[in-house]
């Protein structure tokens, strides 16, 4: 089971970009999904989330500017970045509450992806 996640790369202050991330492997089914980031220097930050019946929650920085979503069929999460800021620079990776079936066993975990690079500058 693993996330993977894309869309990363270089925007300029205002633009926009999407990110993705989807779940492979042996999932039954995919609960909680979020997007974090961690800029230099600074700590890891919960930028938005989305539960599996569709409630979301977002950092105030993010509020107005990133829209999460997700395709349940896709197992994929998305992080819309509209009006990126310099601030937004960040190596941004997704986390995900997936369910395996292992036999007859359910088996809950959370899984990391790996981190896509986002940079803004003009």
């Known amino acids: 089971v693993q996330l993977q996640a894309s869309g990363g790369g270089s925007v300029q202050p205002g633009g926009s970009l999407t990110l993705s991330c989807t779940a492979s492997g042996n999932v039954f089914t995919v609960g909680d999904m979020g997007w974090y980031r961690q800029a230099p220097g600074k700590q890891r930050e919960l930028v938005a989330e989305v539960t599996s019946g569709g409630r979301t929650n977002y950092v105030d920085s993010a509020k107005g500017r990133f829209t999460i979503s997700r395709d349940n069929a896709k197992k994929t999460v998305y992080l819309q970045m509209n009006n990126v800021k310099s601030e937004d620079t960040a190596d941004y990776s997704c986390?995900?509450?997936?369910?395996?079936?292992?036999?007859?066993?359910?088996?809950?975990?959370?899984?990391w992806g790996q981190g896509t690079l986002v940079t803004v500058s003009s």
């Open positions: 986390k995900a509450e997936v369910t395996t079936l292992q036999g007859d066993q359910l088996h809950t975990l959370y899984i």
